[in-house]
């Protein structure tokens, strides 16, 4: 069974950056596409970006672009997200999730971390 | 438009049925998945593939999907039904998940 198990909660400055790993346990690791999403409080679900550590293919959502950067470590079977330039409305809960393959060529969600919160507050 | 319109609240009294709809145009030939979340927890996917239902997940929760409207249907509702429901597809053109704003199923 996968279980994947991310970093603890982060108190940030505005400004800062932040950086989250998801540690990821049974299945296999590289073939599959980890994705980055986020829930800030009361809202839903808002989707990151993605890579797929095999061949270190990232994809990140636009309004994020040049502010999120993705990165996996095959060694330690994890996978990172660090958002920089923190903002007081970046303050969210951030969940990992694996990908598993749909029938029209895309993509849900089976497996998903326990959430990391992160404040940005001054 | 790429925008997946659910409603915002649904009330349900305990025994009940609840429709949950997840609206977009066209959405019919698209994969719908569905996920539940709990206050304070991860989602977990009670529907995939438009209505298959992983193991675990009570033959109360069923999905269809047709024309402009994929439908989540939970019969029977407990009180451990209560949680926020999201409908999900991937945009194959942006290589992308899509998801709806989320439905608040309450049990009266």
Redesign the interface.
């Given at each position: 069974q996968v279980r994947l198990v991310q970093s603890g909660s982060e108190v940030k400055k505005p400004g800062s950056s932040v950086k989250v790993s998801c540690k990821a346990s049974g299945g296999t690791f590289s073939s599959y596409g980890l994705t980055w999403v986020r829930q800030a409080p009361g809202q839903g679900l808002e989707w990151m970006g993605r890579i797929i550590p095999t061949n270190v293919i990232t994809n990140y959502a636009q309004r994020f672009q040049g502010r999120v950067t993705i990165s996996a470590d095959e060694s330690t079977s994890a996978v990172y997200m660090e958002l920089s330039s923190l903002r007081p409305e970046d303050t969210a809960v951030y969940f990992c999730a694996r990908e598993l393959r749909d029938d029209s060529g895309g993509f849900y969600y089976g497996f998903w971390g326990q959430g990391t919160l992160v404040t940005v507050s001054s | 438009s790429d925008v997946l319109t659910q409603p915002p609240s649904v009330s349900v009294a305990p025994g009940k049925t609840a429709t949950i709809t997840c609206g977009r145009n066209n959405i019919g030939?698209?994969?719908v998945?569905w996920?539940q979340q709990k206050p304070g927890q991860?989602?977990?996917?009670v529907i995939?593939?438009d209505s298959d239902r992983?193991s675990g997940i009570p033959e109360r929760f069923s999905g269809s999907n047709s024309g402009n409207t994929a439908t989540l249907t939970i019969t029977r509702v407990e009180a451990g039904d209560e949680a926020d429901y999201?409908c999900?597809?991937?945009?194959?053109r942006g290589?992308?998940?899509?998801?709806?704003?989320?439905t608040k199923v309450t049990v009266l």
């Open positions: - | 030939p698209h994969t998945h996920y991860a989602p977990v996917v995939y593939y992983p999201y999900q597809v991937w945009d194959s290589d992308h998940p899509v998801f709806g704003g989320g």
